[in-house]
């Protein structure tokens, strides 16, 4: 008999446009584990209710997100593509799972203290809850691995407990999912000032999206921060300075990397040259995956193809989860 494939699950949230972080820390793998898992990826959009209670966009993100993922190499025929509001069965499992989350933990969760200090007119419960949906989002199709960045790190170790919550006091049903990233450590891809990480909605000028057009990746990459050089030979380097080598390891050939590292290391580093270089090799990478993603989103009736499908292969694997769950939790009163 063929071996089963490990299961594979990861979300975005519709919440903007998706940049080089969205890229590295999560889209890059999924394309990755499409051939050998068996994928389910989806778009965040309930999620995205916690933070933009403003739905008027909310349409163009989803098509948008959706188009920028296929454009990425996503392939909906290996993978399963879906709208987490298409699966129903993943608020149920939401709901069982909220009463074995405690609220002093979901309180201590760090990305809830930031998004209290960010939106104190909104601390909703779904925003408190947001771990406890994410682990719905990821057990109910009994998941192994999570393709995620960094930031993420912690709502993973969240759901492992719930997971374990919820086997040990029904039964055993969920595997302890993972973050997933080839082995390697997590990442987190900064922003071009050298505050914080690239993101959808913070930090514009200092965030690449997959849609910028040529010259607004140059600007953005020329007025990134640097200094004067460095003094002394085979200094460290500082952190917006290693920022741009990082980004650099990622879309430049290596031959270009080691020829700046030595650079940096003699003292006779050109900032300026660095960062055109670093803008060539962005603009190369980033052009295919915006044209492609420009015809794509335009082709309204394949979307829509690809997210019913998607929603019936997700709800399939999502009904055989609940029908085990509420059986385990004893709610089959009348078999
Ligand atoms: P954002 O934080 O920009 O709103 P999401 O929260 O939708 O993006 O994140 C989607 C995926 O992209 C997650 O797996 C997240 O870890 C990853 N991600 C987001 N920003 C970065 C970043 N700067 N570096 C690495 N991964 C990131
Ligand atoms: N919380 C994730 C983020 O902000 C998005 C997300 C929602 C997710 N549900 C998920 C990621 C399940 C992986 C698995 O990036």
Same mark, same amino acid.
């Given at each position: 008999?063929?071996? $089963?494939?490990?299961?594979?699950?990861?979300?975005?949230?519709?919440?903007?446009?998706?940049?080089?972080? *969205?890229?590295?820390? +999560?889209?890059?793998?999924?394309?990755?584990? &499409?051939?050998?898992?068996?994928?389910?990826?989806?778009?965040?959009?309930?999620?995205?209710?916690?933070?933009?209670?403003?739905?008027?966009?909310?349409?163009? *993100?989803?098509?948008?997100?959706?188009?920028?993922?296929?454009?990425?190499?996503?392939?909906?025929?290996?993978?399963?593509?879906?709208? $987490?509001?298409?699966?129903?069965?993943?608020?149920?499992?939401?709901?069982?799972?909220?009463?074995?989350?405690?609220?002093?933990?979901?309180?201590?969760?760090?990305?809830?203290?930031?998004?209290?200090? &960010? &939106?104190?007119?909104?601390?909703?419960?779904?925003?408190?809850?947001?771990?406890?949906?994410?682990?719905?989002?990821?057990?109910?199709?009994?998941? !192994?691995?999570?393709?995620?960045?960094?930031?993420?790190? &912690?709502?993973?170790?969240?759901?492992?407990?719930?997971?374990?919550?919820?086997?040990?006091?029904?039964?055993?049903?969920?595997?302890?999912? $993972?973050?997933?990233?080839?082995?390697?450590?997590?990442?987190?891809?900064?922003?071009?000032?050298?505050?914080?990480?690239?993101?959808?909605?913070?930090? $514009?000028?200092?965030?690449?999206?997959? +849609?910028?057009?040529?010259?607004?990746?140059?600007?953005?990459?020329?007025?990134?921060?640097?200094?004067?050089?460095? !003094? =002394?030979?085979?200094?460290?380097?500082?952190?917006?300075?290693? *920022?741009?080598?990082?980004?650099?390891?990622?879309?430049?050939?290596? =031959? %270009?990397?080691?020829?700046?590292?030595?650079?940096?290391? =003699?003292?006779?580093?050109?900032?300026?040259?660095?960062?055109?270089?670093?803008?060539?090799?962005?603009?190369?990478?980033?052009?295919?995956?915006? =044209?492609?993603?420009?015809?794509?989103?335009?082709?309204?009736?394949?979307?829509?193809?690809? %997210?019913?499908?998607?929603?019936?292969?997700?709800?399939?694997?999502?009904?055989?989860?609940?029908?085990? +769950?509420?059986?385990?939790?004893?709610?089959?009163?009348?078999?």
């Amino acid at each position: 008999m063929e071996k $089963q494939k490990e299961v594979v699950v990861s979300g975005l949230r519709p919440t903007g446009l998706l940049h080089l972080g *969205n890229y590295f820390g +999560a889209l890059r793998n999924y394309v990755r584990m &499409q051939e050998d898992y068996d994928c389910y990826f989806f778009v965040a959009d309930w999620h995205s209710l916690t933070t933009h209670p403003d739905t008027k966009s909310l349409g163009e *993100n989803v098509r948008r997100v959706l188009a920028e993922n296929i454009a990425c190499g996503l392939d909906p025929e290996k993978v399963c593509l879906y709208l $987490q509001s298409s699966v129903p069965e993943i608020a149920e499992l939401y709901l069982y799972l909220n009463m074995l989350a405690y609220k002093g933990e979901l309180e201590k969760t760090t990305t809830f203290k930031d998004k209290v200090r &960010q &939106q104190p007119e909104n601390i909703n419960a779904g925003l408190l809850t947001y771990p406890v949906l994410m682990t719905a989002d990821i057990i109910i199709h009994r998941a !192994l691995y999570v393709p995620v960045g960094k930031d993420q790190e &912690q709502h993973l170790e969240m759901a492992r407990n719930y997971a374990q919550r919820f086997n040990h006091r029904y039964g055993e049903l969920f595997p302890e999912p $993972q973050a997933y990233n080839f082995g390697q450590e997590l990442i987190k891809i900064p922003s071009l000032d050298g505050t914080g990480k690239m993101s959808k909605s913070e930090n $514009q000028f200092a965030t690449i999206y997959l +849609a910028d057009d040529d010259d607004l990746i140059r600007k953005k990459v020329m007025k990134a921060k640097t200094d004067s050089g460095p !003094l =002394e030979k085979n200094s460290v380097k500082p952190d917006y300075i290693e *920022n741009l080598f990082q980004l650099m390891r990622l879309v430049s050939k290596s =031959e %270009i990397v080691h020829a700046f590292e030595k650079d940096f290391n =003699e003292c006779q580093i050109r900032y300026g040259d660095l960062k055109k270089q670093l803008a060539d090799d962005i603009v190369s990478f980033i052009s295919p995956i915006r =044209e492609k993603a420009v015809a794509i989103y335009s082709d309204t009736k394949y979307l829509k193809e690809v %997210i019913q499908k998607g929603g019936e292969n997700a709800r399939e694997r999502a009904n055989e989860t609940i029908r085990m +769950a509420r059986e385990l939790i004893g709610l089959n009163y009348f078999s």
